[in-house]
C-alpha cells in the first residue's frame, strides 16, 4: 500500500481530524491562511521544504487572494505580510497539521508535512484551485532558490521540492499552462551548476520529453527545453572518463 493511503475505516476517520484540525488553524491569528498555506506546502517536498519558499513576494500574494472574506484585519488592505505567513505556518504546527523545525545558517527554517495529510489536502482541491495553487508553489520555489547555492544541503532541499511538485502536477500539465515553469528549467541547472552534470542531463531528457508531450516540439519552452538537453550533454562529454 502507498505510504499517502490508508484502509477506508482509517482514512475516514483522519479526514475528520483533519478537517476539524484545519478548521481551527483558520480561525487561529492570522485568520484565514492556514489553509492557503497548507494547500501551498502540500505540493512541496514532504521531508523538509525550505520555509523562506513560503515567505515570498508571490506565494504572500496567493494567501491574500485565497483569505476568506472578512477574515483579514482592518486598516491592511487585504495585504499579507512575510510575518503573517510564518503566522500561518505556526497555527499548522501547533495544531499538529505540520513542522516547523528551526535549521541553521543558511538553511533557516524547515517545513515537514506528512505525505497523507499532503495527499488529502491536494485531493480536496478543484481542478482550477489544483493548478493555481501548484503554479504558486512553483512561484514561491523560483523567488527563494538562491542564484548562488553556497549551501549544499539548501540547493538540494529545492531540488527535491521542484521534484515533488513536478510529479503531483504532471497529470494535471498545470506546470505546462500557457509555458513550461521556469522552475522545472531551475531544476535542471541546480545540479549541472553543482557538477552533477549526469543529473543535469537526466533532467533535461525527461523535461525535454514532458514539454513536446504537454506543448508540442515547436513550442518555445520545448525548443528551450531541447537546446538545455544539448548544452549538458556537450558538459557531460568534456568529463573526464572515470
Known amino acids: ?13 483522519m479526514a475528520a481530524a483533519w478537517s476539524l484540525s484545519l478548521e481551527q488553524a483558520d480561525r487561529l491569528r492570522p485568520a ?3 489553509r492557503p498555506m497548507l494547500r501551498l506546502a502540500a505540493f512541496l517536498d514532504a521531508g523538509g521544504t525550505p520555509a523562506a ?17 472578512g477574515s483579514a484585519p482592518s486598516g491592511r488592505g487585504g495585504a499579507v505580510a512575510a510575518e503573517d ?4 505556518l505556526r497555527a499548522l504546527h501547533r495544531l499538529s497539521l505540520l513542522d516547523v523545525s528551526e535549521g541553521a545558517g543558511r538553511q533557516g527554517a524547515s517545513v515537514r508535512v506528512h505525505q497523507i495529510v499532503q495527499r488529502a489536502t491536494r485531493d480536496n482541491l478543484s481542478p482550477a484551485l489544483y493548478g493555481e495553487t501548484a503554479r504558486a508553489a512553483a512561484d514561491g520555489l523560483v523567488a527563494a532558490w538562491p542564484d548562488v547555492e553556497r549551501d549544499t544541503a539548501l540547493a538540494q532541499a529545492f531540488r527535491a521540492c521542484a521534484s515533488a511538485l513536478a510529479s503531483f502536477a504532471e497529470a494535471a500539465g498545470c506546470l505546462y499552462r500557457p509555458d513550461a515553469h521556469p522552475v522545472l528549467f531551475r531544476a535542471g541547472t541546480s545540479p549541472g551548476e553543482s557538477g552533477q552534470v549526469v543529473a543535469a542531463v537526466r533532467h533535461c531528457e525527461e523535461l525535454s520529453a514532458r514539454a513536446r508531450h504537454h506543448l508540442g516540439a515547436d513550442h518555445p519552452s520545448a525548443l528551450t ?3 538545455n538537453l544539448a548544452h549538458w550533454r556537450a558538459r557531460a562529454a568534456e568529463e573526464p572518463l572515470p
Do not use: I, K, N
Open 1 to 13: 500500500m502507498s505510504p499517502d493511503v490508508l484502509p477506508d475505516s482509517q482514512g475516514h476517520s
Open 32 to 34: 484565514g491562511l492556514a
Open 53 to 69: 519558499a513560503l515567505l515570498t513576494t508571490p506565494v504572500l500574494g496567493h494567501l491574500a487572494a485565497h483569505r476568506p472574506a
Open 85 to 88: 505567513a510564518m503566522g500561518a
Open 225 to 227: 527545453a531541447r537546446h
